[in-house]
DNA sequence: GCCGATTTGTCCGTATGTATC
DNA sequence: CGATACATACGGACAAATCGG
């Protein structure tokens, strides 16, 4: 649901370049002309170019015009530069995802865990341990340690279903961003053995872990992401700016 | 070098955060504040905020105000958003970088590699393999398809030093965005020689494939970055959106 | 090489909407 | 409810880059 005038723009030009209708290298109209074509001022088709920049659709260049290096993706990607649940890139890609809870439980963190999520030695946190499946094939161990404060009253049900959707719709969350590391790392016992992984092919996992705040500022979640290796997969584009 | 307004103001409330002149969980001062303090509009102070919430540095919450929650750094990023060469890299970290040319070599994409990189079959390219050390520590190897219509005049000498720089300086190519995906792959006999990694430890390594475009629209550039699992390291922030 | 038209980039001021307190 | 804060949108001005004549 485009809400806003930008928002609207942004995804009509986006669906227009991924179905072809402009060619590839070709430009896309001036923005005096796009003003004229979609009724609006000079600011707010500037915002929504500015979008397709960013993911990496066009480039603009000063005194030519703005052009459309989009290419189709070869594959599906499941993991993206936005934050968004299991549940929800199960949907996007149209795949059936599942999820099935190994470890619920909860814990206070002594300065062992403190030191590796983030969280004050002491905070109580619930620690969850899930196996997630994209077409009934297990490719992704989730650790969560999640605040206890923030999230109070989390489930093993709401844990196998969606957390997110727990803590957005009934506890009416606000999640505004995550700071992510992506590794490698050694694989472990319960990788092998949840994910089915033989070690002579591979004996190292993607790990991504991720901090992640809501509007109170608090950061309520850490959770360390581990990745089947033959089935990850991050895309990003990123834009040259002059050295420093 | 801040040469304009968003982002010299940009720069100052970045260093400002990081030298902690506002406390984690503060909130900074207001949009119309700024203005006074800047002597600027409220659109130019909104640009520079933008980007610090696009850094992860800052959360701007409607009604509320624009919250700190920067925590410095645990460790030295080597690979992260931007585009930038091995050289940069080295110098943002104040390290010692040097590059060894493996192999360079001329060639004409069959089939298979015009597959493998995205040229056309039969375009004229430059293949390059250099080892990247860190501090003395090979840490990096790259695989680099140039075009060579687009690139010309590559030389061995200039792959040792820094091919943007050559680009950028000598060519006076204006270098826009890099298309990444970033894999796990297995390790190779030429990674394991050179990076002197022993695959009882990692059979992997962390890949980064890129597809780079100029400001003529012309992809010329194609690399394959192998990285040492135990060294590698990408940092991103993520934006909350509401799912669709 | 210069000039003028076109196009994107920066910046300003203002008005209105919406969320918070 | 009112004051304050950020969000969206508009319109205008000038700068900087590109391109054709």
């Known amino acids: 649901m485009p809400?806003?005038?930008?928002?609207?723009?942004?995804?009509?030009?986006?669906?227009?370049?991924?179905?072809?209708?402009?060619a590839y290298q070709d430009f896309?109209?001036?923005e005096?002309?796009?003003?004229?074509?979609?009724?609006?001022s000079r600011n707010t088709i500037r915002r929504a170019v500015s979008q397709l920049v960013s993911d990496g659709y066009v480039q603009a260049l000063q005194g030519k015009g703005v052009r459309n290096i989009f290419r189709p993706v070869e594959q599906a990607s499941f993991t993206t530069g936005g934050i968004e649940s299991f549940k929800e890139s199960s949907l996007r890609n149209h795949r059936k995802g599942r999820t099935k809870v190994l470890q619920f439980m909860e814990l206070t963190a002594d300065e062992k865990i403190a030191g590796r999520t983030g969280f004050a030695a002491g905070a109580e946190l619930y620690y969850i341990q899930?196996?997630?499946?994209?077409?009934?094939?297990?490719?992704?161990?989730?650790?969560?340690?999640?605040?206890?404060?923030?999230?109070?009253?989390?489930?093993?049900?709401?844990?196998?279903?969606?957390i997110y959707e727990y803590l957005e719709n009934e506890l009416h969350m606000t999640i505004v961003n995550s700071q992510r590391v992506m590794t490698v790392e050694k694989i472990t016992q319960i990788d092998e053995k949840y994910l089915h992984i033989n070690v002579n092919d591979?004996?190292?996992?993607?790990?991504v872990s991720s901090h992640t705040y809501n509007s109170d500022g608090v950061m309520f979640e850490f959770t360390q992401s581990r990745h089947r290796p033959d089935y990850f997969r991050f895309q990003s584009n990123a834009?040259?700016?002059?050295?420093?």
Chains 1, 2 share one sequence.
């Open 130 to 162: 899930r196996l997630h499946f994209l077409d009934e094939k297990p490719l992704i161990i989730n650790h969560n340690y999640f605040l206890k404060s923030a999230v109070p009253g989390l489930t093993p049900e709401i844990a196998e279903n969606s």
């Open 239 to 244: 834009v040259r700016k002059s050295p420093v």
């Open 3 to 22: 809400k806003n005038k930008y928002d609207s723009i942004y995804r009509d030009l986006k669906t227009k370049i991924e179905n072809k209708e402009f």
């Open 32 to 40: 005096n002309t796009m003003v004229q074509t979609y009724g609006c």
């Open 28 to 30: 896309l109209p001036s």
């Open 202 to 207: 591979y004996n190292c996992m993607a790990v």
